[in-house]
């Protein structure tokens, strides 16, 4: 099992980004994926998830209006497209994968984890 990151890079300020999510080694369909981040000093959070199907989706307050998660299964992706982005959106952003039918949500216990994408905002 295999979540791989990337995407992330320095940006201004109002800039966007569009993270990518790639998965190996097992079936994309069956799990809900999460995006999380942590910044330096800070706890890890909860950012978007979408759930197996995708018919579902949730974001952070810091995230709605902002970011736009989807998942494309048949090529093992899931995206985070990031707009208007914040110095406060510096961090690094992780996936994580949950088998998991119907809605998702962040503050379930996802089982598989990536090695995170840097993404910093300058102002």
């Known amino acids: 099992v295999q979540l791989v990151e990337s995407g992330g890079a320095l940006v201004q300020a109002g800039g966007s980004l569009r993270l990518s999510c790639a998965a190996s080694g097992f079936t994309l369909a069956y799990f809900a994926i999460g995006w999380f981040r942590q910044a330096p000093g800070k706890e890890r959070e909860g950012v978007s998830c979408i759930s197996s199907s995708g018919s579902y989706t949730n974001h952070a307050d810091s995230a709605k209006g902002r970011f736009t998660i989807s998942r494309d299964n048949a090529k093992t992706t899931v995206y985070l497209q990031m707009n208007s982005l914040k110095p406060e959106d510096t961090a690094v952003y992780y996936c994580?994968?949950?088998?998991?039918?119907?809605?998702?949500?962040?503050?379930?216990?996802?089982?598989?984890w990536g090695q995170g994408t840097q993404v910093t905002v300058s102002s």
């Open positions: 994580a994968a949950l088998r998991l039918q119907g809605v998702c949500s962040m503050t379930l216990r996802y089982d598989y």
